[in-house]
């Protein structure tokens, strides 16, 4: 699990958060400790935290921005961290803790309804609207999931010989050489439902 520095300015709020971390498994250290960390989680409930954490951010560490600003991404994209997630305030714990992953990973993760839209933020491949059909769509949920063909079959009550297919055609599309590939692409590109 990631080694996380929790910053909010609303101490409930910052209890809130840590309770969600730590029910994931991460493990919060102080603001002003010397630890190792991987991921800085900044609730941003005004932009005051923000320009000195971008200037000072070490681009070894991720970072999950929580922010109702549209705004925020393309601000952060500039600061070039490792990995990063913007998220609306007030995230579920699973959103969270898929944040902090996300951002531990060096993966681009972005909440859909908050952000969806913003010119220059996603590193496109797929250009435009979604390149994928709905039932791809469907399916590149369930690879993202874990789920092997035989899972997806079952899942959408296809054959596996077509579930196959589909992820073939994802990968195509995508230009992805494997289905790992492929999710990463589709998570950058905002084309995977959280």
Known sequence: MAVVRLIAAIPTVKVALARLLLMHGH????????????????????????PALLAALDRTSGLVVLSDDPTVPRRVARARPAGWA??????????????VRAAEAALV??????????????????????????????????????????GIARALGISPNTAKFHVA??????????????????????????
Do not use: H, M, Y
């Open 27 to 50: 493990q919060i250290v102080s603001p002003d400790g010397r630890q190792d960390l991987s991921v800085w989680v900044v609730d941003l409930a005004d932009d005051g935290p923000l």
């Open 86 to 99: 913007c998220l609306a305030r007030g995230p579920s714990g699973a959103d969270l803790d898929l944040a």
């Open 109 to 150: 993760l972005l909440d859909g309804p908050t952000f969806t839209g913003l010119p220059g933020v996603a590193w496109n491949r797929c250009r435009g609207p979604s390149p994928l059909t709905l039932r791809e769509e469907d399916v590149l949920q369930l690879v993202a999931e874990g789920l092997p063909n035989k």
């Open 169 to 194: 055609s994802i990968c195509a599309k995508l230009e992805a050489r494997s289905r790992t590939e492929a999710v990463t692409i589709a998570a950058r590109n905002g084309l995977l439902r959280f």
